[in-house]
């Protein structure tokens, strides 16, 4: 069974990355797609990381009362959470359920009403044609997102500390500044990548290479499609 | 001219297409009639390649799907148009992109010759001056004729409708069927239509078959229908009162009365 699904992957995965019937379309194609999963992503991204920055500075600098333990650690650990887990694991969940589900209801729609069908005999490459674009802009455009979700959080968390009186700027910017290491932000942004590319494409192959593989002639309905999200969210 | 030879498909271990065998003729309208449940459906998707038979080998002018690479079936299917029962229009593309897809996927055509193109086409089926409009935004009768329009924008060799009057008025299906009849003659095209409408028959049955099972059951034409006495056929054709009336009425004054 495992061994079935890891050929049908593979088989979609060749599919999938061939080179573009049309290039000029795959562009357009590309570009919605930033648009619509990236772009469109952002005030959300924003809103999250904004206000959990300052959810994190202020309940660490509630357990941080000791006189003996140095105010910059609150700058710190809000850096240290949001670098290295909050942005690039829980920004890239919200945004797995959120595309997921406006994935889901595209794709699932144009599977109902035949449209993948329609590209399949009229000799398009479907799966090339609606899941690379969709698969290389969540990987060329996330990063950029959680570029942004990791400032936000941490400007959110200066702003709440500042509001608060919890944390002076100076202990803050020294605090973020502490034992910093390059490569958290590589090793946040490599995770954010794995993260998308897994999400996507396996939401893409959960609704599109099932049917492509295992066709049995039933309609589907389009709860069904939400189950994939669903799924793959969790 | 698509040779269809000895055609199985089953789905879970139950049987759908049980050795089915058919010719369909260039230039002509097929037609596959059915039951619900007969296998028509199931029949055409294998010969759009969309359903992998278990057994039988399917052939367009000659050339044998099952041996062909991947490449070259994409090629035949630039050369099929299809009619899909619910039109399966881009909902996000306009008109006037619905039907410019095609050639902008698979020619070297520039905007304004697809352009010129797709009002050409509209002009076939009586609908100019919908380019800028969207699927969602025009009645089901002119979504059809959209569809219909995409279908043959790259002037196809095989044109396929699945179920073209369903959800139409009669007036609007009898268009359709019309339509579907000119454009098969203008294009020189091998239409098979998958319906179970019988005015559609009666209309432009040039060539029919009828599935039972899985099976074929029976061939002919349009006026055959009336002088077969094969059980199967009456039964479907002949299920509707007005319908038995016109046969007896047309057995009264003989085969070339119809």
């Known amino acids: 069974m495992y061994l079935e699904s890891i050929g049908k992957y593979s088989l ?3 599919q999938v990355f061939k080179k573009p019937q049309k290039r000029k379309i795959f562009w357009e ?23 959990i920055g300052g959810v994190v500075t202020i309940q ?12 910059l650690y609150i700058g710190y650990a809000t850096f240290k959470s949001i670098v290295l887990e909050f942005s690039p694991t829980f920004i890239s969940i919200i945004l797995a359920g959120i595309v997921g589900s406006y994935i889901a209801s595209t794709i699932g729609t144009m599977r109902i009403s035949e449209q993948i069908d329609a590209l399949d005999v009229m000799g398009v490459n479907s799966l090339n044609y609606l899941v690379l674009p969709k698969v290389l802009a969540a990987l060329t455009f996330y990063p950029f997102l959680i570029v942004i979700s990791m400032f936000l959080g941490v400007l959110g968390g200066w702003v709440a500390g500042n509001i608060t009186g919890m944390v002076l700027t100076e202990d803050y910017l020294k605090g973020i500044r502490y034992d910093f290491e390059p490569f958290d932000i590589t090793y946040a942004l490599i995770k954010t990548v794995v993260f998308a590319f897994y999400s996507h494409y396996s939401l893409l192959f959960r609704i599109l290479c099932k049917r492509r593989f295992t066709r049995s002639g039933e309609s589907q309905h389009p709860s069904g499609y939400l189950d994939q999200c669903n799924h793959n969210r969790i | ?20 065998s058919a010719v369909f003729e260039t230039g002509k309208t097929n037609m596959i009639i059915g039951r619900s449940g007969s296998g028509k459906t199931v029949f055409v998707k294998s010969i759009l390649g969309l359903i992998q038979p278990d057994k039988g080998t399917i052939s367009f002018d000659g050339r044998v799907w099952s041996n062909l690479s991947l490449p070259e079936q994409r090629k035949i299917r630039t050369e099929v148009g299809v009619v899909f029962q619910g039109n399966a229009l881009f909902d996000s593309m306009t008109i006037e992109e619905n039907i410019m897809f095609p050639m902008r996927m698979f020619t070297q055509k520039t905007k304004s010759e697809m352009k010129k193109r797709v009002n050409e086409v509209l002009e076939q089926v009586s609908l100019e001056g919908v380019n800028n409009k969207f699927p969602a935004e025009i009645s089901g009768g002119m979504q059809k004729r959209v569809a219909l329009a995409r279908a043959i924008v790259l002037y196809p060799k095989y044109l396929f409708c699945d179920e ?21 003659v203008r294009y020189d095209t091998t239409t098979i239509i998958n319906t179970h409408d019988m005015n559609s028959i009666m209309e432009i049955g040039e060539k029919i078959i009828l599935l039972k099972d899985g ?27 007005l319908f038995r009336k016109v046969k007896e009425l047309v057995q009264k004054e003989g085969k070339s009365s119809f």
């Open chain 1, 12 to 14: 979609m995965l060749k």
């Open chain 1, 29 to 51: 194609n590309f570009f919605r797609e930033i648009d619509d999963l990236g772009i469109k992503s952002i005030g959300l991204v924003g809103f999250i990381s904004f206000f």
């Open chain 1, 60 to 71: 660490t600098a509630r357990n941080l009362s000791n006189p003996l333990i140095d105010k």
């Open chain 2, 1 to 20: 001219m698509i040779e269809v030879n000895n055609l199985y498909k089953s789905f879970d271990g139950k049987p759908v297409l049980k050795g089915i």
């Open chain 2, 164 to 184: 073209p009057n369903s959800g139409l008025d009669p007036k609007t299906a009898i268009i359709i069927d019309n339509l579907i009849h000119d454009l098969t």
């Open chain 2, 215 to 241: 099976h074929k059951q029976w061939e002919g034409n349009k006026s055959q229908v009336f002088f077969t006495d094969n059980p199967d056929l009456n039964d479907f054709v002949f299920s509707s009162s």
